[in-house]
């Protein structure tokens, strides 16, 4: 079984930055795209960035310019560095990876809160 688990949530004011970090664990599996998603009440599960296998990166139109995805691939591990945070970027922030011939899988989540 191939686990993702995501840290580096936290409370922050407005402004501020956190680095969220997402670590795959387990054997016999690669990977291909990996990203990250964030979900508010109410709201359908969004994506934020996602980083390929050749480093093509996408992002929300909503953190272009604040946040930075980047993949470590000898530590199976994607990070996401979100400055200049609002409070709408609130959220649970989810870890996904697509495993190459395994298909998907999901972290367990991680709370982001903004203060005003």
């Known amino acids: 079984q191939v686990q993702l688990v995501e840290s580096g949530g936290g409370l922050v004011q407005a402004g501020g930055s956190l680095r969220l970090s997402c670590a795959a664990s387990?054997?016999?599996?690669?990977?291909?795209?990996m990203g990250w998603y964030r979900q508010s009440p109410g709201k359908q599960r969004e994506l934020v960035a996602r980083?390929?296998?050749?480093?093509?990166?996408r992002y929300a139109d909503s953190v272009q310019g604040r946040f930075t995805i980047s993949r470590d691939n000898a530590k199976n591990t994607v990070y996401l560095q979100m400055n200049s945070l609002r409070p709408e970027d609130t959220a649970v922030y989810y870890c996904?990876?697509?495993?190459?011939?395994?298909?998907?899988?999901w972290g367990q989540g991680t709370q982001v809160t903004v203060s005003s």
């Open positions: 996904h990876a697509d495993l190459i011939f395994r298909g998907g899988r």
């Open positions: 387990g054997s016999g599996f690669s990977i291909n795209t």
């Open positions: 980083i390929d296998g050749d480093g093509y990166k």
